[in-house]
């Protein structure tokens, strides 16, 4: 419920002075006796008129605040919201190369995480901020496949990120490796069939394409050919990276090179109308998310419409009634008493 006119709503504090006003006048107006003792008087019984004398007081006020509720004219109204969403089809396609295990992407408290995790944290917000879209999970070492096709089941969907590990080219699952080009093919691949006016990959790696049977820009020109845009991001530090190593039931850090092939991400990107970009550590993964999430934002159109109702005849009623039935009860049962 709405009002039109609020500031009736102020009147309702008239009933504090009038409630004041009442206490005061009936102890005024009731008429006194002295008496040496009441005892006898406490013993007798009250007559249920004096019990009900109360009521006309609370019907008054009952009129009163009818009438400032109907002055406020209530409104009540039902309306009717329109979404139409232009939905972005996202695969996302993740290096998962034992190199992604380097622990050189520090966040603002300066404590290391490796690459991998570092990009699922940031991955999860990106998605967890665009529910309207349709996003997939690509992942890749030396072979590709699809961790999760592409699906607005958000919650799926970062589960199965949640679950991706490195050691699925570390067991033999998949040869270990980056092969980036077939990265690119699994992810067109999933897009191809879209409907959506705008297509979309974020292909995350650290290093150079050293394996599969695609190479990069062949994989780029297929993608520009489907009208796929790519966004690039190479993640490492500069220089070398503490990378874990077991030995026996210990683990130790070697320094290892970083090599990134910044020149091919960056072509991939340019080819597809996408754009290249270079993190270093955590923080500027994260904002390289949120400069591809404003680039890439859906087309949200809401039309509302609404109705309003006037709603006051029914307390304008209640007040009517409540004032005919004090009156009522002030020249018959109550005549006699002011």
């Known amino acids: 419920m709405e009002f039109a006119n609020k500031e009736y709503l102020f009147l309702l504090f008239l009933i504090i002075p009038y409630l004041i006003w009442y206490l005061l006048y009936r102890?005024?107006?009731?008429?006194?006796?002295?008496?040496?003792?009441t005892f006898s008087f406490a013993q007798a019984p009250r007559s249920w008129r004096v019990l009900?004398?109360?009521?006309?007081?609370?019907?008054?006020?009952?009129a009163f605040v009818f009438l400032v509720i109907a002055l406020a004219r209530p409104q009540t109204h039902d309306s009717k919201t329109k979404e139409n969403v232009e939905g972005i089809d996202i695969m996302m396609a993740m290096d998962v190369s034992t190199s992604m295990l380097a622990e050189d992407l520090k966040d603002r408290a300066h404590h290391a995480r490796n690459r991998l995790e570092a990009a699922k944290i940031?991955?999860?917000?990106?998605?967890?901020?665009?529910?309207?879209?349709?996003?997939?999970?690509t992942i890749f070492a030396g072979e590709a496949f699809t961790q999760?096709?592409?699906?607005?089941?958000?919650?799926?969907l970062l589960s199965l990120l949640q679950n991706v590990?490195?050691?699925i080219a570390a067991r033999g699952l998949i040869d270990d490796g980056t092969a980036i080009g077939m990265g690119i093919a699994n992810a067109v691949s999933r897009l191809k069939d879209s409907q959506a006016k705008s297509r979309v990959v974020i292909?995350?790696?650290?290093?150079?394409?050293n394996r599969g049977d695609i190479s990069p820009m062949t994989a780029a020109e297929i993608a520009n050919s489907l009208g796929v845009r790519i966004y690039?991001?190479?993640v490492g530090t500069n220089g070398t990276a503490p990378y874990p190593l077991t030995v026996g039931n210990d683990i130790q850090y070697i320094q290892v090179p970083v090599e990134i092939d910044t020149k091919t991400l960056n072509d991939i990107a340019s080819t597809t109308n996408g754009?290249?970009?270079?993190?270093?550590?955590a923080e500027e993964l994260r904002e390289i998310y949120h400069e591809i999430d404003k680039l890439e934002k859906s087309k949200l159109e809401v039309q509302k419409f609404s109705r309003y109702y006037e709603d006051y005849q029914r307390y304008a009623l209640f007040a009517i009634v409540s004032l005919m039935i004090e009156i009522l009860l002030r020249v018959t049962v109550f005549r006699r008493i002011p």
């Open 27 to 37: 102890k005024k107006s009731e008429p006194t006796i002295r008496l040496a003792n």
């Open 52 to 62: 009900f004398i109360p009521i006309l007081p609370i019907l008054r006020i009952f």
């Open 122 to 137: 940031v991955a999860a917000e990106f998605i967890a901020d665009r529910p309207n879209d349709n996003i997939g999970l």
């Open 148 to 156: 999760c096709p592409m699906t607005t089941d958000h919650a799926s």
């Open 165 to 167: 590990r490195t050691d």
């Open 203 to 209: 292909l995350l790696t650290d290093g150079t394409n």
């Open 232 to 234: 690039t991001i190479g």
């Open 275 to 281: 754009k290249f970009y270079r993190a270093t550590n």
